[in-house]
Structure formats: structure tokens, C-alpha cells
């Protein structure tokens, strides 16, 4: 696609060059006003290069200069260069001090990256190269400076200020301004950098590290949300326990801060000792969050300190080893979870979350190696392939290894690096040294795109009382990557017999984990008298596409009887996409089919399943889900027929959905069986509902009765959701009611807007363009912006409606999104990347979509590179 005005550099993984200077301090000075903010920053550069450096490149964008020295002397004109990426000093001397004084506008920066005044406070963003919006400098990851900074505002509006390490002094100035001293004794790159300014109330806890030293924890936010901290707070010390234990990691400073925020373009950021949150993740009570937001809290926790070893203590050489922090912490952070709550559980939503956004990324014209090879604008590559396909490699490294074969790889890969800057080749090499085992065939993961498909097919043979098991993968091509080598895939497998039992595999083990190697191999298990039904890929040991070789009969048999809880749960899913997919295909063959019957009525029947995993085992694939299994998605069809799966099940199993539904009404608790337990009722009322003749608004009551009266948000939220998605006829007084009650909870708000924007009716178009004029909608706090777009791009008979209505609004909206905020439009554009997924006409209007976002005025970098990937 043709893009007007851009020549965007594009940063090749082979050019790595290590830098020829390193800076070993960095004193920051910052006057902190909202228009008008100076930054004076004091440099300590030294020469690591062996030959002469003529010209030596200092990043810096958006800075106003207001002074430059050298070693205490004002720079000549011959001395240094101002270009469009930075400054450029001429002939520098082999070691020498920068004294640079500039001007920036926080106020005015609606992009949130660099240095940002949003919501009365003053806030950083620097992760991936936001500091070189803060001043001229060296802005690589491989760069690491001590830093030293000193804050200066007024009291009033800044009662606290904040930056990472330590506080060393503070002190009062004229005109009722004061300032802060903070020192922070690791030397880190420049990514790592934050300061916080305003006023803010704190909570304050202690953690005792297992060596004994006490570390203060802080948690900052406004007045009246010191309540809203439990959880947060809570899963910290949780987290700051479980590295203890699981990996021996301590935390290294005496305090240990977070900042929420409800201006952020992301979900947290690990900061040095000061950690910066999207509220969202941070603040919960239970009348205003619900248990998926508490948990969603519990893991980012986690999952930036866990960042303190893994991407600060040890960090990334240069931005193509993203995953070598971002899919190490994700592991981390999701075994965490594991560990805090149950582990199948948590295993089929990670799962799920890895097929709903990284299966279909790795599967168009987006898709890209867990490596890259090339970015343009590398905040397009915080993706769901770097974070949760780099997961899933961990993960399989972790299988393949065992567990304290793994800890003693990662015990390794810390004493060799702690401090350095290093690559993922690096981390794969401490796996193997300390293991005395060769990963060589592993890295292809790294650097092949793509999802790999495995076929499995299988055979007992009577005679012989053996079972054959034959594996073969293949990975479709990629951009770029016409032709993929096979790469090692670890199955863990188990064969059952017909009463459910695992039988014992050539030995006394009943599992074993397969590698695949080869594009084919296969496997006999002998002495088996009866035949037997293959178990494969349990726990989802590799993240692949199963083409498994079962009937439905077996897949039915293994919904109930498998004792892999992930399994159980693809057994059933697997039957229920079959199902849906003849309905697309025939919507006359509408019913459910018996063995997706007998699944059901056993789960349902079942009450000794826990709570939380029966709800996963009946609820439906999501459209979005159904429609990845097609070769072309049939939008409109695939969205009747889970209604109509829906309404099926709803309405055979009235009395069962009924029961459930009072048998597990119970006062809030927070413990992980009551989780479980309103899961699964408001899964049952659900189905309820859907089970509802037209017309007939008898189950629509007890809706009614849940939202006006549920002690706590998930109920609450559930039947909200229910009645506004369902347009019961009084949902305009429930909207309305909804929003006079929490108006005051932006989170709320975020949920309000998201709830109505992803209504599959005709009409929601039309209410979306009201949203957006709504006087709670502000372009300017992503938060509200994902809620009204993200939530009509998640909607899919409304985004992708025939006559391309959707497309156009939406592209529209991301035009005038990206003058504002050009990272958050660039990610919120990777929809319209899916067109060669949908039917001619609307891959025409998805099209035009992206031909009109091309042909924008003053298009940003972020979102030229996502439209020129999407549509070469
Ligand atoms: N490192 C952060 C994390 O924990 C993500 C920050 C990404 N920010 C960005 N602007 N790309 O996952
Ligand atoms: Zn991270």
C-alpha cells in the first residue's frame, strides 16, 4: 500500500553494533511544570571504541535546546549537529562530561510516552525509547548509567515526588516550590527510568525478604482510592515470597513503589524500585471490581516484579530480545498464578488468551518470529508472539528440561549475567550449559514464525496388542518465510483404557513426552490387551494446532473421563466447534448433537468438579474462536449459531441451569471456591437467559433482581451485561442507572462504555457514534478509548457488518486517534490486518479502510508500519 510522506528507518536485527560509548552517570535535573518543563541533564560519557569516533549520534525527540556543553564549555557551532533523531557531536573526545539544558511540553504530550502531565500528575513512560523525549542521550538498552535525579515543583499541586532508588534528600525553595533528591545505586538503561509528581496518598507495608532485610511498600494513588489497595498489596508480597521460594531471587532496594494511573498506554511498566501502573491494575474493591479484575491485578503485580530480575537486574541487549524479558516474566507471572490458584484452570486461560490474539497474529500478514528480524517502530512489536508465543517457548524449554533442570538453568543464566545486557541466545545457552544438554534444534522456535500444525493419527493393532502413534507437523509460510524447517515439538501423552485409567507406556511411566523432531515420526506402545484412547498435547505441552485423530465418541469419553484437566476441557470445546461448524455450514441443522449432549448433561451432573472448572467446561468457544477454524470466516453465521448452541443448551437443561443457579447464591466471599462458584452461576444464568422463549422475560427477572441487588461487582456486572447485550426493554434505565451509580469509578465507566460498544444488535453502531460524543469519553485516556474501540472491534457482527460500515467508522476513528495518541491507534489498527479472513466484499471495504488510514496527513510512524505490513 502506498503511505504519503513517510521514510521511515527500518532497524534490521543483523546491524547490531555495540555502542562506542557507554555513559556511566546520568544526574537529571527537571523543573516540573505542566507547559513548560526544563530538563537539565549532566552526562558522564567514555570511549569503548578502539578506533577514532568522528561523529558520535545522541537520540532526542521533540526537545527544545536551550544550552549544550562540554566539560564546562559552551559547544561551537562545528561541534555538534541537530537532526530529526537527536543531536550529533562531532569529533568528541574520549571521555568527556554533556551539560544539556531543554525545554519540553508534558502538558501537551497526548502520546503518554516520555514525560506526560495527565490527571493533575506528572508521569513517565520510557519503555521502549520514550526517554530520549526527556533529554539527549544514548537511548539503547545496552547503555547502562547511574542515575541520579532531582525533582523540583510546588508543594500544592506536587506534594510527592518520586523517582527511582533511593530518596537522599529534600528541601523547601522560594515560592512555595520544594524539590527531591533520588539516587538509584543500579546502574540500568535508560528504559527503566521514572519520576512521579503530584498529589498523591500512599499506602504503606513492609515485607521481611527470607535473608531478613525489610523493604518498605509503597502503593500510590488519589485520596480517596487508599482502600482500593488490598489486593494489590496483597499479591505483592505474594509474588515477592514466590521468587523467593521458586527461583531464590530476593528484591535488591529498601523500597519497593507503584503509581497507578488512569492515563497509560499499557498495562504496568517495571521501573526501577518504582513501578507505574494503569489503575486498572491496580486499585479493586468488591463492590467495584470483579473476580477477573482481581485476578488480572494478582498477575500484572506479579508479573512486574517478577521483572526486576528478569529485564532489569539482567536486561535486553537491544529491542529484538523483547522476549528475553517479556516471555521469561509472562511464564513466570502465569506459574505464579498456578501456583496461587488452580492450576488447570489457569492453564486453559492462558491458553485461551494465546489463541484468541496469537494464533491469529501468526497466522497473517502480521505475523512475526518470537525474534524479530526488522521493526520500523518497535512498540508495534509488544505483541501477543514476543509476549505470550515467548511464554509458550519458556514453557516447552521448562518441559523439555524438568523443573530443577530448569532452576538450575536460570541460577546460571543469573550469576553469568546479572548486570549485562544480553540476547536470548544467551539465556538458551545457560539452559543448556548448566544442563549439559544441546538446544540447538530449539532456537528455530525463535526465528520461525508461524503456527506449526501437528497431525496426529493413530492405530491399535489387535494382533500384535500394540498401539501405533504417528506425528507429523508442518508450518504454514509466513511474510517472508516461504519455507519453514520443522522445529522440536515436546507431546506429553498418556493412553487410557475404557474405563479411563492411563495405562502404563513400554514401562512403569503412564505419561511421557514425546519430541517430535522430524517432520514425521512414529511411536509403539506395546503389551496393551484392549485398545485405547490417545491423550495428546496435555497441558498443551507445545503451542501448536492439533489435528487430533479422534471420533466424537472418544471425544466425549475423554470430557468426562480424562484426568488432564486441560484435555478435558479441549475434549468438549472440540465437540462444541464441531458442532457450531455444522450449523454455519447448514444453520437447518441447528441441535445439539449427542455426543455434545452427553458431555454437557455429565458436567452438569457432576458436582464434584470444582466450580471454577466446570464453568470452563461449559462454556461455548467464542465466535471469534469458531471462526479461526474456517478457511473463510462466515461472520453473521458463525454468530447465530453459537446463539443458537446457546439457546439450546440453555433451554434442555432448564431444571439443571436452574438448580445451579440457586443452589450457589451465597454472600461475597473472596476465597477461590466462591470465585469459582459465582463463575459458574452466572454461566447458568446465562443460559438461562439465551434459553428464554422470545418474548417470555421470566429468567430476564432474575437479572433484574441480580443487578439491583448483588453485594458485589462480578454479579452485578454479569447481569448488567446480560441485560444490556440481550436489549431487555427496560436496559436504557439499567445504562442509565449504571452510570449515575459509579460516574465517580472510571474503571466502571471503561466497563459501561465497553458493555455497550460490544452490543451485536444493528443499532450499536449508531449508539457507539453517540459514545464518542458522550461527555465522559476523552480521546486523551487510552483506558476510555480501548473501552469505545476495542470493545466495537471485539464485536464482531457490528465491526465486520456486510455493507463495510464498520470498517469505515472505525478507520475514521483511528485517523483521528493517531495525531493524539500514535502508539495506542497502531494497536488498536491490527484488526483491520485480518481481511484476507473474510469474504471479498468486506476484504474490499477492509480495504479502503486501510487505503484511506494510508493516505492520512502527518500518518505516524506506529501506524504507517502496522498499514504497510497489513497490506503490502
Ligand atoms: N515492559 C512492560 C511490561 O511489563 C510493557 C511496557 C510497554 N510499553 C510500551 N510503550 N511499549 O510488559
Ligand atoms: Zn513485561
Redesign the pocket.
Given at each position: 500500500m502506498t503511505i504519503s510522506g513517510t521514510n521511515a528507518v527500518v532497524v534490521q536485527r543483523g546491524d547490531y553494533k555495540v555502542p562506542s560509548y557507554q555513559i556511566s552517570e546520568i544526574a537529571l535535573d527537571l523543573r516540573l511544570d505542566p507547559e513548560n518543563t526544563e530538563v537539565s541533564a549532566c552526562l558522564h560519557f567514555q570511549c569503548t571504541a578502539t578506533a577514532p569516533v568522528t561523529e558520535l549520534h545522541l537520540d532526542g525527540e521533540s526537545l527544545e535546546l536551550l544550552s549544550l556543553q562540554r566539560d564546562g564549555r559552551t559547544l561551537a557551532e562545528h561541534e555538534y549537529r541537530l537532526t530529526d533523531a537527536g543531536l550529533v557531536l562531532l569529533n568528541p573526545p574520549e571521555s568527556f562530561v554533556l551539560e544539556s539544558r531543554v525545554r519540553i511540553h508534558p502538558a501537551a504530550n497526548s502520546t503518554l510516552?516520555g514525560l506526560y502531565h495527565a490527571g493533575g500528575q506528572f508521569l513517565t513512560?520510557c519503555?521502549?525509547e520514550?526517554f530520549r523525549r526527556i533529554t539527549y542521550t544514548l537511548d539503547r538498552p545496552d547503555c547502562l548509567a547511574r542515575f541520579t535525579v532531582t525533582l523540583h515543583a510546588p508543594q500544592k499541586n506536587c506534594p510527592v515526588l518520586l523517582a527511582n532508588g533511593n530518596c537522599m534528600a529534600t528541601g523547601d525553595e522560594e515560592d512555595g516550590w520544594h524539590w527531591a533528591r533520588w539516587e538509584d545505586p543500579y546502574p540500568k538503561p535508560a528504559y527503566l527510568f521514572a519520576m512521579v509528581a503530584g498529589d498523591l496518598a500512599v499506602v504503606r507495608d513492609q515485607y521481611r525478604t527470607a535473608s531478613g532485610r525489610d523493604v518498605v511498600l509503597e502503593i500510590y494513588v488519589a485520596e480517596r482510592d487508599t482502600g482500593a489497595c488490598v489486593q494489590a498489596m496483597d499479591s505483592l508480597k505474594r509474588a515477592m515470597h514466590w521468587d523467593e521460594e521458586v527461583y531464590g531471587r530476593e528484591y535488591d532496594l529498601d523500597r519497593y513503589m507503584i503509581v497507578a494511573t488512569d492515563s497509560f498506554?499499557?498495562?504496568?511498566?517495571?521501573n526501577k524500585g518504582l513501578n507505574i501502573f494503569n489503575a486498572k491494575y491496580v486499585l479493586a474493591s468488591p463492590e467495584t471490581a470483579t473476580d477477573n479484575d482481581y485476578q488480572g491485578i494478582e498477575s500484572?503485580i506479579a508479573?512486574?516484579y517478577f521483572?526486576n530480575w528478569t529485564?532489569n537486574r539482567v536486561t535486553l541487549r537491544d529491542w529484538f530480545q523483547l522476549s528475553l524479558?517479556?516471555g521469561l516474566?509472562v511464564f513466570r507471572d502465569q506459574e505464579f498464578s498456578a501456583d496461587q490458584n488452580s492450576r488447570g484452570v489457569q492453564r486453559i486461560d492462558d491458553v485461551r488468551r494465546l489463541r484468541a490474539a496469537q494464533f491469529p497474529e501468526d497466522a497473517g500478514p502480521l505475523a512475526h518470529p518470537v525474534r524479530p528480524d526488522a521493526y520500523s517502530e518497535?512498540?508495534n512489536f509488544?505483541t501477543a508472539t514476543v509476549?505470550e508465543k515467548g511464554a509458550e517457548l519458556v514453557r516447552m524449554i521448562h518441559t523439555l528440561l524438568g523443573k530443577a533442570q530448569f532452576r538450575q538453568g536460570m541460577d546460571l543464566y543469573f550469576q553469568r549475567h546479572d548486570g549485562q545486557a544480553v540476547t536470548i541466545e544467551d539465556f538458551v545457552a545457560a539452559m543448556e550449559d548448566a544442563n549439559q544438554r544441546d538446544l540447538s534444534g530449539f532456537r528455530r522456535w525463535y526465528g520461525q514464525a508461524g503456527t506449526p500444525i501437528l497431525r496426529a493419527t493413530g492405530s491399535y493393532d489387535p494382533a500384535r496388542h500394540s498401539y501405533t502413534l504417528t506425528l507429523r507437523q508442518e508450518t504454514p509460510a509466513t511474510p517472508g518465510q516461504p519455507v519453514k524447517e520443522p522445529v522440536p515439538i515436546p507431546v506429553r501423552m498418556a493412553l487410557l483404557n475404557t474405563q479411563g485409567q492411563r495405562v502404563p507406556l513400554n514401562g512403569t511411566d503412564r505419561e511421557s513426552i514425546l519430541l517430535l523432531e522430524q517432520t514425521e515420526q512414529s511411536w509403539t506402545f506395546d503389551n496393551l490387551p484392549d485398545p485405547v484412547i490417545p491423550s495428546l498435547l496435555r497441558g498443551f505441552s507445545a503451542p501448536v494446532r492439533l489435528e487430533s485423530p479422534l471420533d466424537d465418541d472418544a471425544r466425549s469419553f475423554l470430557a468426562s473421563h480424562d484426568d488432564d484437566p486441560f484435555n478435558r476441557w479441549e475434549s468438549i470445546q472440540d465437540l462444541a466447534v464441531k458442532a457450531l461448524l455444522a450449523t454455519v455450514a447448514d444453520a437447518s441443522l441447528a441441535s445439539l448433537p449427542s455426543a455434545l449432549r452427553h458431555a454437557v448433561a455429565a458436567t452438569l451432573g457432576d458436582a464434584q468438579i470444582d466450580p471454577a472448572f466446570r464453568a470452563e467446561l461449559l462454556s461455548l468457544p467464542s465466535e471469534d474462536y469458531i471462526g479461526e477454524q474456517m478457511p473463510v470466516i462466515a461472520v453473521e453465521a458463525v454468530h447465530h449459531a453459537r446463539d443458537s448452541l446457546m439457546r439450546t443448551i440453555g433451554m434442555q437443561f432448564v431444571p439443571e441451569w436452574m438448580g445451579l443457579y440457586h443452589d450457589l447464591a451465597a454472600t461475597y466471599q473472596r476465597d477461590g471456591l466462591s470465585i469459582g462458584r459465582r463463575r459458574l452461576r452466572n454461566l447458568a444464568l446465562s443460559y438461562l437467559i439465551a434459553g428464554d422463549h422470545e418474548g417470555h422475560e421470566g429468567m430476564a427477572l432474575y437479572a433484574r433482581q441480580q443487578y439491583a441487588q448483588a453485594d458485589n461487582m462480578t454479579d452485578r456486572l454479569a447481569a448488567f451485561q446480560l441485560l444490556v447485550q440481550h436489549r431487555h426493554h427496560d436496559a436504557e434505565d439499567i445504562l442509565l442507572d449504571f452510570y449515575r451509580r459509579w460516574h465517580e469509578y472510571p474503571l466502571l465507566i471503561d466497563k459501561w462504555f465497553a458493555i455497550q460498544a460490544a452490543t451485536p444488535r444493528p443499532e450499536t453502531l449508531r449508539q457507539v457514534e453517540h459514545l464518542l460524543v458522550h461527555p465522559a469519553f476523552d480521546w486523551r485516556v487510552p483506558n476510555r478509548v480501548r473501552a469505545v474501540l476495542g470493545g466495537f472491534a471485539a464485536n464482531p457482527t457490528v465491526f465486520h457488518a456486510a455493507d463495510g460500515s464498520g470498517y469505515a467508522f472505525y478507520a475514521e476513528q483511528l485517523r483521528r486517534l493517531d495525531d493524539l495518541n500514535p502508539?495506542t491507534a497502531a494497536r488498536l489498527a491490527t484488526p483491520l490486518s485480518r481481511w484476507q479472513r473474510y469474504d471479498a466484499p468486506r476484504q474490499q471495504a477492509m480495504g479502503e479502510a486501510l487505503k484511506m488510514l494510508a493516505g492520512k496527513p502527518k500518518l505516524s510512524r506506529d501506524l504507517a508500519e502496522v498499514i504497510q505490513r497489513s497490506h503490502p
Open positions: 510516552s513512560q519503555e521502549a520514550g498506554n499499557m498495562g504496568a511498566m517495571e500484572v508479573h512486574e521483572h529485564g524479558k517479556e516474566t518497535i512498540n509488544y509476549y502508539q
